[in-house]
């Protein structure tokens, strides 16, 4: 049985509080015009420049390789990490669509972990059922922005030596423990899609903690050739490996180079306004800000999400004060594609309470605060 979705049609910008907007400072003009006058418009060395950055403020001694979506760095992790036919992988079953597409291509078996009901990130006490010998990988995911509970995972994930992948998509800048994400798992993925902390208007990022497997990953990027190796204008490599086209332009990497100048305020602001729900709507009967009062991580602050009752009602009230609100993620067991609806009973009960409500750095502070009065008065 189909559940209905609660969708409403995008609002127009100048039409009220839209739930996303792209951040794009006004030097990424400049910094793409550059590029398009030069002669590298493709993978060139505006993306060895941005992974560069990217290694020194999040990866640290990760290597940082760059790809065209968040997707392309999780399905190069997967590979990376020998997922193949049939291997089980834990996957929490509320996420992005692409957290588990990919591994379908691997033709992995997917077993769905529950989630916690205060984050909503995959709970490690369901993960410690479901993990056996032959579990090939443990996947989580930061949702929102908030990181998972990785010392338990990676705990678990030590005892049966597999790696841990992280689908840091909504987590750019988190801490964990003081650790930047990107610096604890073997593999974590990042996605520069366009509503994302930092765009390239589709990009992503994987940090590999094995730097041995760092040549191997610039391989699979560009279809399994060794393209430092093809320099000389002679060709004498051979293939030996499947490979895929999941380079970064430099196009996109000089949109990213822009907005890493700019990306501590952004992060910083993002903070201000979900801490603006959190003040906001503390002490309100029948709304929890999920994410808050976390003393030992540090939150990204990529969505607001907050559980109600009587989403569908608290949304139609929140469309008529113009403000957009949407679920943004469903569970993933919905999609035959992962064949079927399965029991778990904490995404059960809260599968119709959350909401996502707008949080991005065209809004004004204000605006955190008119929605929150809004929610105050009823729906
Ligand atoms: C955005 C996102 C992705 C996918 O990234 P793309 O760059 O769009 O491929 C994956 N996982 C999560 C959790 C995301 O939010």
């Not at 999920?290 to 139609?316: F, N, Q, S």
């Amino acid at each position: 049985m189909e559940k209905k979705q609660d969708e409403m049609p995008l609002m127009n910008v100048d039409e009220g509080i839209v739930l996303f907007h792209p951040y794009v400072p006004e030097e990424a003009i400049a910094e793409v015009t550059d590029t398009l006058r030069s002669r590298w418009i493709g993978q060139g060395p505006k993306v060895a420049k941005l992974e560069k950055i990217f290694e020194e403020k999040f990866s640290k001694e990760h290597s940082a390789i760059a790809v065209g979506s968040g997707t392309d760095a999780l399905h190069l992790s997967y590979i990376l990490a020998d997922i193949g036919e049939g291997d089980e992988v834990i996957s929490p079953v509320f996420t992005c669509t692409a957290t588990n597409i990919p591994l379908l291509y691997q033709r992995a078996k997917i077993i769905f972990a529950d989630i916690q009901k205060e984050t909503l990130n995959i709970d490690p006490e369901h993960v410690r059922k479901l993990v056996n010998e032959k579990t090939k990988a443990i996947v989580c995911v930061h949702y929102g922005g908030l990181p998972c509970d990785m010392d338990e995972i990676r705990s678990i994930a030590g005892e049966y030596h597999i790696p841990v992948i992280e689908d840091a998509a909504q987590a750019l800048g988190a801490k964990y423990k003081g650790k930047p994400i990107g610096s604890i798992s073997e593999f974590t993925a990042f996605s520069f899609q366009a509503i994302k902390h930092i765009t390239t208007g589709d990009g992503g990022m994987v940090a590999i903690k094995d730097n041995s497997l760092e040549e191997k990953a610039k391989r699979i990027r560009w279809f399994g050739i060794d393209r430092s190796a093809k320099q000389m204008g002679i060709w004498e490599n051979d293939i030996k490996e499947l490979g895929y086209k999941y380079q970064m332009t430099d196009i996109g990497a000089a949109v990213a180079l822009a907005s890493m100048n700019h990306f501590d305020w952004v992060l910083d602001y993002r903070q201000k306004l979900l801490q603006g729900y959190i003040d906001g709507l503390k002490g309100v009967d029948g709304v929890k800000v999920i994410g808050a009062d976390y003393k030992d991580r540090e939150h990204a602050a990529w969505i607001c999400t907050v559980l109600v009752d009587e989403r569908k009602d608290l949304m139609k009230k929140l469309r008529e004060n113009k403000i957009e609100s949407a679920q943004t993620h469903y569970r993933n067991d919905r999609y035959s594609l992962f064949g079927g609806r399965i029991s778990l009973p904490n995404m059960d009960a809260l599968e119709d309470r959350y909401l996502v409500l707008p949080l991005h750095p065209k809004m004004k502070l204000d605006d955190v605060d008119k929605i929150c009065s809004v929610i105050k008065s009823g729906w």
